[in-house]
């Protein structure tokens, strides 16, 4: 079994930055990729940006390319989204996600995760 564990989050003005980070534990030689999905209030969770663990391949939804970074340290075990120029769009709950699938055809689809963190509340006032 695997266990995410998300870092970061929290209350940001319009422009602002912030970093979330993600540490997995267990059995971390299964993930072959790792991403942020977010959910906000009354919407669907939908993917935000996906890296594989091995190539640090990277995949974004197009709202936030440009402003987002997803990164990984192997030697920290850890990955990291770096959040810069959010919106009020950005507001919502981030979970980190890990997956199994060695396709990254299946990194943005949240029905292909087959670990979850239990996410962080990030809230951007206009």
């Known amino acids: 079994q695997v266990q995410l564990v998300e870092i970061g989050g929290g209350l940001v003005q319009t422009g602002g930055s912030l970093r979330l980070s993600c540490e997995p534990s267990?059995?971390?030689?299964?993930?072959?990729?790792m991403g942020w999905f977010r959910q906000a209030p009354g919407k669907e969770r939908e993917f935000v940006a996906a890296?594989?663990?091995?190539?640090?391949?990277?995949y974004y939804i197009d709202s936030v390319k440009g402003r987002f970074t997803i990164s990984r340290d192997i030697a920290e075990n850890t990955m990291y989204l770096q959040m810069d120029k959010l919106r009020p769009g950005d507001t919502a709950v981030y979970y980190c996600?890990?997956?199994?699938?060695?396709?990254?055809?299946?990194?943005?689809?949240?029905?292909?995760?087959?670990?979850w963190g239990k996410g962080t509340l990030v809230t951007v006032s206009s």
């Open positions: 890296i594989g663990w091995s190539l640090g391949n990277t």
């Open positions: 996600a890990a997956s199994r699938r060695s396709s990254s055809y299946y990194w943005s689809r949240a029905d292909s995760q087959d670990y």
């Open positions: 267990g059995r971390t030689f299964r993930i072959l990729s």
